[in-house]
């Protein structure tokens, strides 16, 4: 695999010295910016508006034991086993454990949570929970509530700089040490910076069928593969039980939170029938990699393309309050959910895999950091336990920037990073291989379809042996052009990130969490 995606002239590139760069404006990377020391200058750069990222789409909310009735060692227990007992043990005690103050961080900052009547958070059930410990904002749109107030927070800091419409490329890196990123926004640009923290996102877009918007195409882990940082538990691929159906399969799916089965909502199948009883102990509420292959088996049966979800148990004004967008999203199809059945499908929703990190987000290549969904922390094992997701880029977010603000030798790394990246931008050269086509859309298409057919709910040896195949070949014959947009290069991660989860998949011969394989 060649090193870096464009082999640019050096007398073109813009150059930019910072301390540290941020890669991605979702909740890790704006709370990580949010800790981050005012004396050290901090660069985020989104690929796309942060509205368009999953942290603003999550409805359920942020897991974390805020209430007498609950404790530390069963939200500890319930993640264990949601992980089918594959979690990093240590990585979920600092979960969990430090979850309680960053809610009190979020509320200090003015991200207003739900409360109850007596003016406490108002916590609820998910999936896989035995406690309701789940706070949330605006009902079902804590994603976005917290986002907004976040981006409006770090933005006003005088270190922090926001720069959306900018395409991360690649991490330079010279002599076993972070020098920088390389981007793209209406030319080249190289930010030499020494910390970088890949906060870029989930993979969804790989797939087929998925809730996560179009520029999820896992571009930080595949810029990581190429600069030689491992990543891990590349296999494990959550696909989320209830996303209302939808005929137009080339959108991005509408997630049905799963705080709906929380509050009561019931899983049916086509004779309506109540299909997760008996099947489970935690029965609706069972962790989503065995409802959603309770659901497939439903949806095999009856050639139908979607089972139920019923919460016609509470008035309308119920759910109005409590899952407005879900309501909102359902009466735009013509679903009134206070009286009608909702129609719900699994697609694929989150990455369990990433970059492999240390308790304080470090890889093995000093100076890269990684965190939310683009990391792999070790904390959600092979399936994650509902609203951990959020919580997770809270607490790895703010320990990142506590790492990288404790560092002692800032002016030795700094000097030798801004000569580092002098010298490394001069060893590019124009590459001879022709350039690529214009249109990669097929491409892109074929990739989704592969990963769909081959690594999606249920697996087994011979399609992931023919999948990886079609992926490597594919790879192989993208890496032979030479870029020239960002989209080209957006092509070729999902490629390599699909070919790395092929890889992974073969190798893990037992079935674990969300790794199903039938032969």
């Known amino acids: 695999m060649r090193r870096y995606v464009f082999d640019y002239p050096p007398d073109q590139i813009k150059k930019h010295d910072c301390d540290v760069v941020i890669i991605g404006s979702g909740l890790a990377g704006l709370y990580t910016a949010l800790n981050i020391d005012e004396s050290l200058s901090c660069v985020v750069l989104s690929k796309e508006k942060n509205n368009d990222c999953n942290s603003f789409l999550a409805q359920g909310g942020i897991a974390a034991v805020c209430k007498q009735d609950d404790a530390f060692e069963t939200h500890y227990n319930d993640t264990l086993r949601a992980g089918a007992r594959l979690c990093d043990k240590e990585a979920v005690k600092v979960l969990v454990g430090e979850a309680p103050e960053d809610i009190l961080k979020l509320m200090s900052v003015g991200v207003a949570f739900d409360m109850d009547e007596q003016g406490h958070l108002h916590v609820t059930q998910e999936g896989g929970h035995s406690r309701k410990r789940v706070v949330h904002c605006g009902g079902d749109a804590t994603g976005r509530e917290v986002i907004q107030k976040l981006t409006e927070v770090v933005a006003a800091r ?12 690649d991490v330079i ?14 030319g080249h640009k ?12 989930g993979i969804g877009q790989i797939y087929r069928y998925t809730t996560n918007p179009a520029g999820a195409t896992g571009d930080g882990i595949a810029a990581a ?10 296999e494990f691929v959550q696909f989320h039980p209830t996303a209302l159906f939808n005929q137009k399969e080339e959108e991005r799916f509408f997630l049905v939170s799963e705080a709906v089965r929380g509050e009561g909502g019931i899983l049916r199948n086509e004779k309506g029938e109540q299909f997760m009883k008996g099947r489970h102990p935690m029965g609706d509420l069972a962790p989503r990699d065995i409802v959603a292959r309770e659901i497939m088996k439903e949806i095999e049966k009856s050639e139908m393309p979607y089972v139920y979800l019923d919460i016609t148990s509470k008035s ?3 759910l109005v309050d409590r899952f407005p967008t879900i309501y909102q999203e359902c009466e735009k199809q013509g679903i009134d959910m206070s009286e009608q059945f909702i129609p719900v499908c699994p697609v694929q929703h989150y990455f369990m895999g990433g970059i492999e990190t240390d308790l304080n987000g470090s890889s093995n290549i000093p100076g890269l950091y990684a965190c939310g969904e683009a990391a792999c922390t070790g904390v959600h094992g092979a399936n994650r336990l509902a609203s951990n997701s959020l919580l997770e880029c809270l607490v790895f977010g703010r320990r990142c920037a506590q790492h990288i603000n404790h560092q002692s030798d800032w002016s030795a790394i700094k000097n030798n990073v801004k000569n580092i990246a002098g010298t490394v931008i001069s060893d590019f050269t124009p590459s001879l291989e022709p350039p690529a086509p214009n249109d990669f859309s097929q491409t892109r298409q074929e990739i989704k379809k592969i990963m769909h057919q081959y690594v999606g709910i249920n697996r087994n040896a011979q399609g992931i042996e023919k999948g990886l195949k079609r992926i490597d070949s594919i790879a192989e014959d993208i890496e032979s052009f030479r870029f020239s947009t960002h989209e080209h290069v957006e092509v070729w991660n999902m490629a390599t990130v699909a070919r790395q989860i092929m890889r992974a998949a073969g190798e893990r011969e037992e079935s674990i969490g969300a790794h199903y394989r039938e032969s």
């Open 158 to 169: 005088p270190n922090v700089t926001i720069k959306y419409d900018t395409f991360f490329a």
């Open 173 to 186: 890196t010279d002599k076993g040490r972070t020098a920088g990123v390389w981007t793209y926004e209406n």
């Open 190 to 201: 190289l930010y030499a910076a020494p910390n970088v923290v890949i906060c870029s996102g």
């Open 225 to 234: 593969v190429r600069a030689g940082i491992k990543v891990r538990h590349m």
């Open 316 to 318: 309308k004004q119920y």
